[in-house]
């Protein structure tokens, strides 16, 4: 009941958010003077061989997203390619469907059909989290820095100027975050035990709860001493975030003179801030996800109010139809439905409460000597 209660609250909370950026917008000249058919023309005279290259591009993502899991996993488990393609997908449509609740589904499909416990597949999840978080400050980085940008309005000057300042801040923090997760992999018993002593404060079950986090998360850094797991996860990363930059870019490309003059960067500049906006995102239909497509391409970038919303239409489109329409194929093809995928996410979720209570609190023992047995060879 407070899962449900937190999760209205927080989309409530959103709502709010996007409900005045669209009402400051709306103040502007440009965008009260907007024209819908003008919206219905960008949209319905998009190039389909862009559009159709945009999607093949998506469903490559999915098998890149793949085969970097399996590079994850390789200190775990030789796992199945086939899978973890399912799983991309069916986790995908259920973050599309129901929003970031649906996360879970990912590390709980993999898990059951892997027969590896669910802890480590949240490990799993939150280093491919981290890597993707790196790729996307290195492509913002990347688009300020080489791409030229030129705003036409004051909003957008400062827009530019607030994000330079932050781009140094971001790369910052990028680079302490990659020695401390090297750090964390070579010194991880250490590193839990200080940590533990840190907040001995803590109740008893939150203490059991975070050691056990360390754990795991120590467990799904063991590519990090692999460096053929390494390199070819960090080769994955950038091949997946390239594709997911050309993808936005064909998108571009498809509106043709609108937005088709745009160049490869200026689609990485946009696809960051899309990505922020999914902090904020609502089930079915995105949201946050559109408006920063919108104001990436409107206040840096000088595109026209209806092309930047038809683009981010034609974003969210080219990306969530295709991978729900797949995701119903293999659900079907699995023997599965949408009620038995919920079942197997609460039924690994459960595994992972048992095994933080009767997980000790104490120090814990290097990465790859903890639960052995538990990881099929």
Known sequence: MKKGWG????????AVVI???FYNLSRSPEWSNFRWDRLWRSMVGARIDYLLLSVLLVFGSFAVRAMRWRFFMAPIKAASLWVLFVGQILGFSAIFLVGRPGELVRPAYIAKRES????????????ERV????AMVVLFAAALYFEPVNPDTAKGVFALHEMHKWGHVLFGFTALLIIGLVLFRLKAAALTAAALKLFRFLP???????????????EGLSVIRDWKGLAGSVVMTVILWAINTT??????K??????GHLPWLAAGLTLFCAALGLIVQFPGIGGGYQVGVILALTEIFNVSAESATGASILLWIMMCVPTLALGLVLLIHE???????????????????????????????PPGEQRASNFPR
């Open 7 to 14: 999760r209205w609250a927080w989309l409530a909370i959103g």
């Open 19 to 21: 409900a005045l950026i």
């Open 116 to 127: 590896v416990p669910m802890s480590g597949m949240i490990a799993v999840w939150l280093l």
């Open 131 to 134: 890597l993707d978080t790196i």
């Open 204 to 218: 008893e079950r939150a203490l059991r709860t975070f050691a056990h986090f360390l754990r795991s998360f120590g």
């Open 247 to 252: 993808t936005f870019w064909l998108v571009f």
């Open 254 to 259: 498809s509106i043709r003179h609108r937005l």
């Open 335 to 365: 023997g599965l439905s949408i009620r038995k995928l919920e079942a197997i996410t609460e039924e690994e979720e459960l595994a992972v409460t048992l095994e933080e209570t009767q997980s000790p609190s104490g120090p814990l023992a």
